[in-house]
């Protein structure tokens, strides 16, 4: 059966999600978690797009963005998982595929998901047991939400400015939202991680 084509929407938001190939760890060093913020940056530069949060595991990666003209997306996730790629086989000698078939790229809409995706995308950490407190966990935007910590990738999500006018009560407020446990949580987890790409 043919894939379903992608709904591409100029400044469109996607929830992206790759997987390392065969579910084997592809970030997990310092080196590659920067190796592939650095790819998101070129990216970003290239295919002009709005990264709202992102969360980097070792053998998958989430991401929310706004890409700016839809066509733009298939060059945007390209131009990363690509150039992640060849530098990975070069840092590695892995030979073979990194990332496991195409990516996900469910679109979002901003009204009714948002900051849900967002909470989503940045307690996967928590999730996946790794840490216990996710201010313990760098490689996601959380710190910039919750703590105010300076990110150059992320543009404040639209909708986060509504959880309190006062900085500090909103990162408060931030904290203890994505502390909760959605009860979407595992059915998501299924739908993007247990399934197929």
Sequence with gaps: MPRKPRQLIDHGCYHLIARGNNRQPILGQEEAFRDFLHELKLAKERYPSKIYHYCLMSNHVHLLVEIERGDYLPKFMQRVLQGYGRRYQKRTGYIGHVW????????????????????????????????????DYRWSSYLYYAYG?????????????????????????????????SPYDTVLDQEFLEKPF
């Design 100 to 135: 496991q078939g195409r990516y996900k790229s469910p679109f979002v809409d901003k009204e009714s998901y948002f900051l849900e995706a967002g909470r989503y995308i940045e307690r996967n950490p928590l999730r996946a047991k790794i840490v216990d407190d996710l201010s």
């Design 149 to 181: 910590r300076h990110d150059s990738l992320v543009e404040e999500d639209p909708y986060y400015c509504r959880l309190d006018p006062d900085l500090s009560k909103r990162q408060e407020q931030y904290r203890d939202f994505v502390r909760l446990r």
